[in-house]
């Protein structure tokens, strides 16, 4: 790759890095309903993903979880250390599972792309699911055990945490498949995303709108 073509990407993951965790603020925010608010900062990640490959979505994923780690760590959670580490890493699992996914499921170059993109999503964000049960289940519970006293004494156990969190998390990538099945078949932004920074997927017009 030439040093310009290099230069470029570096800015696309970058500028997807900054869109998460801008998305990440809005969710905070305007997406907030009481104490519920939709993370849609795997936007960024994901777009990387598709994009740029599985080494981009798990770099792009690491830096996008940077502005949750910090919240739930400090600003409006009791995580701490504990969340500043683990959520990052968490985000950078799916990044690298569904770039990783786009590939094997060939999803530019067959017919309904869109809906194979949506299913790529959802299974990508699997080893995240995981994780995050391994890190309330086992790390807080051992590392923080204070925190995890004071998550048990307000739900009750720390698996009706988990469970809520989950929940909430599968509504979120339920929406990104959808917003990320009807992107890739997007041509004007294939197009841009070509001409500007990195070469996308291959999608051909007869496919885009495949369902």
């Not at 801008?22 to 993903?49: E, N, P």
């Not at 994923?61 to 500043?84: D, E």
């Not at 048990?152 to 917003?179: N, R, T």
Request: charged share 10%; hydrophobic share 55%.
């Amino acid at each position: 790759m030439s040093i310009m073509g290099s230069s470029r990407k570096i800015v696309f993951l970058a500028l997807m890095a900054a869109l998460g965790n801008v998305m990440f603020v809005v969710s905070q925010t305007i997406f907030k309903v009481t104490q519920i608010a939709l993370d849609l900062s795997h936007i960024g990640t994901l777009i990387a993903a598709v994009y740029a490959g599985p080494l981009a979505g798990l770099v792009v994923g690491l830096l996008v979880g940077i502005g949750p780690g910090i919240y739930f760590g400090y600003i409006g959670g009791s995580l701490g250390w504990l969340g500043v580490v683990t959520l990052p890493i968490g985000k950078a699992m799916t990044g690298a599972a569904v770039g990783y996914l786009v590939k094997i499921f060939n999803v530019g170059n067959s017919k309904y792309s869109s809906w194979k993109m949506a299913f790529a999503t959802l299974v990508g964000y699997i080893p995240e699911c995981i994780y995050t049960i391994f890190v309330f289940e086992v790390l807080v519970t051992l590392l923080l055990p204070d925190v995890a006293a004071f998550f048990i004494s307000i739900f009750g156990s720390m698996w009706i945490l988990v469970l809520s969190i989950l929940a909430k998390a599968w509504v979120e990538m339920c929406l990104l498949g959808f917003f990320m099945g009807a992107l890739i078949g997007n041509s004007g932004f294939n197009d841009f995303v070509s001409r500007i920074f990195v070469k996308p997927i291959e999608v051909s017009k007869t496919q885009t709108r495949d369902r």
